[in-house]
T-cell receptor, first 114, second 116 residues
């Protein structure tokens, strides 16, 4: 079955420190992959997406993600975290022919210490 | 402004009282979906629609109905709500299928539903 796993439920980092949020996928073929951010009381905003080509993807707000087929991973990174990055982050995948469904991970709650 | 709107944003109701959550998009998107978000479970798809009068079940359709009579609207109907449907609900729309290159799903702000 298709699945997306985010192993870390909560992560705390200091402002200015680097960040890496993990995402692993399990699909029969390479899926399209997405990272969304959800600020408190808000909807979901797309940070970045990977469809094909360059495995290092740049997104908004200074985020990037690297697709690694050998590790079935699509980890999200940011070199220097700002307090405003505190939010919940969701990794999601979709397959061609999979209807219109995004399969979401369970989310990682990011806390930023000042 | 391109957006997906949902109403109401917050709703408290009682078991068995029929309710409808509306969803509307102004981007002329063909594809629309409903998701529910529960702690520790992420978002799970309830139903989706590929065009007017074309809908299909997602992962957790039990207890829900949808309709797509107009392209812009995709209401979610709970005929007889139960406490296990207490959740945060999101509507989303996209130009094409989620699994097709360069299609992004745009999400509404969410509807927090409590069923007592």
């Amino acid at each position: 079955a298709q699945s997306v796993t985010q192993p870390d439920i909560h992560i705390t980092v200091s402002e200015g420190a680097s960040l890496e949020l993990r995402c692993n996928y399990s699909y029969g073929a390479t899926p399209y992959l997405f990272w969304y951010v959800q600020s408190p009381g808000q909807g979901l905003q797309l940070l970045l997406k990977y469809f094909s080509g360059d495995t290092l993807v740049q997104g908004i707000k200074g985020f990037e993600a690297e697709f690694k087929r050998s590790q079935s991973s699509f980890n999200l990174r940011k070199p220097s975290v700002h307090w405003s990055d505190a939010a919940e982050y969701f990794c999601a995948g979709a397959l061609t022919g999979g209807g219109n469904k995004l399969t979401f991970g369970t989310g990682t709650q990011l806390k930023v210490e000042l | 402004e391109a957006q997906v709107t949902q109403n109401p944003r917050y709703l408290i109701t009682v078991t068995g009282k029929k309710l409808t959550v509306t969803c509307s998009q102004n981007m002329n998107h063909e594809y629309m979906s409903w998701y529910r978000q529960d702690p520790g479970l992420g978002l799970r798809q309830i139903y989706y629609s590929m065009n007017v009068e074309v809908t299909d079940k997602g992962d957790v359709p039990e207890g829900y109905k949808v309709s797509r009579k107009e392209k812009r609207n995709f209401p979610l109907i709970l005929e007889s709500p139960s406490p296990n449907q207490t959740s945060l609900y999101f509507c989303a729309s996209s130009l094409g299928l989620a699994g097709v290159s360069n299609n992004e799903q745009f999400f509404g702000p969410g509807t927090r539903l409590t069923v007592l």
